[in-house]
């Protein structure tokens, strides 16, 4: 449960943002609080699904569900509201018991610098530390990570037990079961009994899910080292990995009609659009024509909402907002003023100051770097919106400069919901829709 949730900023609306960062920073303080400082390396986008889960079943009580943290480094040094309670103490010891068999696993397979005795012997003392650990804290929830362990010993004996060209579902079983329980016990820490089957359903499918993509992934590198992967051991091609995928993914969406929820928005943009685009990057695109469609002449090609499409090797795609500017007409004089708007063909944007406006302030050299060196050390050069240690000017942070994030072109087809659905018809802002779509 590691990886397959990346949601991106471009495709999470301001609320939605930050409801995914308070659920983040809730975990990897509950991992901190209950189980030390350590334990914050546990923190990954997966586990918090389960947090996610409980607050999206619970009845809304006045905000009860956040708390005020202090600042942190990869924050900016800024506060936050962050998850609190119940759900985040139960992702939390989820989380540090997944995150203690991937250590054992990779004490076990000898990888890289675990291979080293002293490594592998301090790796197993941290994994017996938090078995206790997060067993301790499940049990204040009520939950059992029994379930979790359980499930990783079974899945040793099976891969070493598997006949050539055995079942490849039969691989992923151990995996099924421990999310099912973990998805399911949310729906007892919500006081919601009759979300457990359908929550169960869901949860099976998503570990299966994460199971194939991560042997779909890591296939061409176990080849190359010799270690075992499931798909080579049972002789399953990739055709037949990404349609078991793409029916988990299907699977999930039909679970999650059941489920009764305070607000699905969040949970559906998780566990409906972010599950595909994980199918999609292991496995590429297949079938996405929502949103790209010919005319009725078959020469013009238009978006659904009836936006011009271009080609770009040979695939359609929507014109591009940030195309060149027109040119400037010399007949037309510039308008003038200060507060006549900028022509189109004045550069405009981060490092351009408009036309009559006067110069940022700037730093001297010693205030510039003085500036420089304590916002990188509180990573707000990294990770937030800044203002320029020299000129003053807001920008972003490098991260989403560089579009670290992987996001891709998050506008295009991104309808999840089925041929010709219009659940999603806002494509950059689809996180914040309704969705009541039967997804």
């Given at each position: 449960?590691?990886?397959?949730?990346?949601?991106?900023?471009?495709?999470?609306?301001?609320?939605?943002?930050?409801?995914?960062?308070?659920?983040?920073?809730?975990?990897?303080?509950?991992?901190?609080?209950?189980?030390?400082?350590?334990?914050?390396?546990?923190?990954?986008?997966?586990?918090?699904?389960?947090?996610?889960?409980?607050?999206?079943?619970?009845?809304?009580?006045?905000?009860?569900?956040?708390?005020?943290?202090?600042?942190?480094?990869?924050?900016?040094?800024?506060?936050?509201?962050?998850?609190?309670?119940?759900?985040?103490?139960?992702?939390?010891?989820?989380?540090?018991?997944?995150?203690?068999?991937?250590?054992?696993?990779?004490?076990?397979?000898?990888?890289?610098?675990?291979?080293?005795?002293?490594?592998?012997?301090?790796?197993?003392?941290?994994?017996?530390?938090?078995?206790?650990?997060?067993?301790?804290?499940?049990?204040?929830?009520?939950?059992?990570?029994?379930?979790?362990?359980d499930a990783a010993s079974r899945q040793s004996e099976l891969e070493r037990a598997l006949p050539a060209g055995g079942s490849l579902l039969l691989v992923t079983e151990p995996t099924e079961t421990a999310?099912?329980?973990?998805?399911?016990?949310?729906?007892?820490?919500?006081?919601?009994?009759?979300?457990?089957?359908?929550?169960?359903?869901?949860?099976?499918?998503?570990?299966?899910?994460?199971?194939?993509?991560?042997?779909?992934?890591?296939?061409?590198?176990?080849?190359?080292?010799?270690?075992?992967?499931?798909?080579?051991?049972?002789?399953?091609?990739?055709?037949?990995?990404?349609?078991?995928?793409?029916?988990?993914?299907?699977?999930?969406?039909?679970?999650?009609?059941?489920?009764?929820?305070?607000?699905?928005?969040?949970?559906?943009?998780?566990?409906?659009?972010?599950?595909?685009?994980?199918?999609?990057?292991?496995?590429?695109?297949?079938?996405?024509?929502?949103?790209?469609?010919?005319?009725?002449?078959?020469?013009?090609?238009?978006?659904?909402?009836?936006t011009p499409l271009t080609t770009v090797d040979g695939t359609p795609r929507a014109a591009n907002p940030y195309q060149a500017p027109p040119r400037h007409d010399p007949d037309q004089p510039p308008p003038?003023?200060?507060?006549?708007?900028?022509?189109?063909?004045?550069?405009?944007?981060?490092?351009?100051?408009?036309?009559?406006?006067?110069?940022?302030?700037?730093?001297?050299?010693?205030?510039?770097?003085?500036?420089?060196?304590?916002?990188?050390?509180?990573?707000?050069?990294?990770?937030?919106?800044?203002?320029?240690?020299?000129?003053?000017?807001?920008?972003?942070?490098?991260?989403?400069?560089?579009?670290?994030?992987?996001?891709?072109?998050?506008?295009?087809?991104?309808?999840?919901?089925?041929?010709?659905?219009?659940?999603?018809?806002?494509?950059?802002?689809?996180?914040?829709?309704?969705?009541?779509?039967?997804?």
């Amino acid at each position: 449960m590691f990886g397959i949730i990346r949601p991106c900023r471009h495709r999470l609306s301001e609320r939605l943002q930050a409801s995914w960062m308070a659920h983040l920073c809730g975990l990897c303080l509950a991992l901190r609080d209950d189980h030390g400082q350590l334990a914050r390396t546990a923190t990954n986008y997966d586990g918090l699904i389960i947090s996610v889960l409980v607050e999206a079943q619970a009845a809304a009580e006045n905000g009860t569900g956040r708390r005020t943290a202090g600042p942190c480094p990869l924050r900016g040094m800024r506060t936050a509201s962050v998850a609190r309670g119940e759900g985040a103490r139960l992702a939390a010891a989820v989380s540090l018991a997944l995150a203690s068999v991937k250590i054992r696993d990779h004490v076990e397979d000898r990888d890289g610098v675990f291979a080293r005795r002293s490594v592998a012997a301090g790796a197993r003392a941290v994994t017996r530390r938090w078995d206790r650990k997060s067993a301790g804290s499940a049990s204040v929830v009520g939950f059992d990570t029994a379930v979790l362990l359980d499930a990783a010993s079974r899945q040793s004996e099976l891969e070493r037990a598997l006949p050539a060209g055995g079942s490849l579902l039969l691989v992923t079983e151990p995996t099924e079961t421990a999310t099912a329980a973990a998805f399911a016990h949310t729906a007892a820490l919500a006081g919601r009994p009759g979300n457990a089957a359908p929550l169960a359903e869901a949860g099976r499918l998503f570990g299966r899910l994460a199971h194939l993509l991560d042997a779909a992934e890591d296939q061409a590198a176990d080849a190359a080292s010799g270690a075992w992967n499931p798909l080579t051991a049972t002789g399953t091609d990739r055709a037949e990995a990404e349609r078991l995928c793409r029916d988990a993914v299907h699977g999930i969406r039909l679970a999650l009609r059941d489920v009764e929820l305070t607000d699905r928005t969040l949970v559906h943009v998780l566990l409906a659009h972010e599950t595909e685009r994980a199918v999609e990057r292991v496995f590429g695109r297949a079938g996405h024509t929502a949103c790209r469609v010919k005319a009725a002449d078959g020469t013009a090609l238009t978006a659904v909402d009836g936006t011009p499409l271009t080609t770009v090797d040979g695939t359609p795609r929507a014109a591009n907002p940030y195309q060149a500017p027109p040119r400037h007409d010399p007949d037309q004089p510039p308008p003038q003023g200060p507060g006549a708007p900028v022509p189109p063909w004045v550069p405009q944007g981060p490092g351009f100051t408009p036309p009559g406006a006067p110069p940022p302030n700037r730093r001297n050299l010693l205030a510039g770097c003085a500036a420089w060196a304590l916002m990188g050390c509180t990573c707000q050069l990294l990770c937030c919106e800044h203002d320029h240690p020299f000129t003053g000017e807001r920008r972003e942070g490098f991260c989403a400069r560089n579009d670290c994030c992987d996001c891709g072109n998050c506008c295009d087809a991104c309808q999840c919901c089925g041929e010709g659905s219009d659940c999603c018809s806002g494509c950059c802002d689809c996180g914040d829709c309704s969705c009541g779509c039967d997804c």
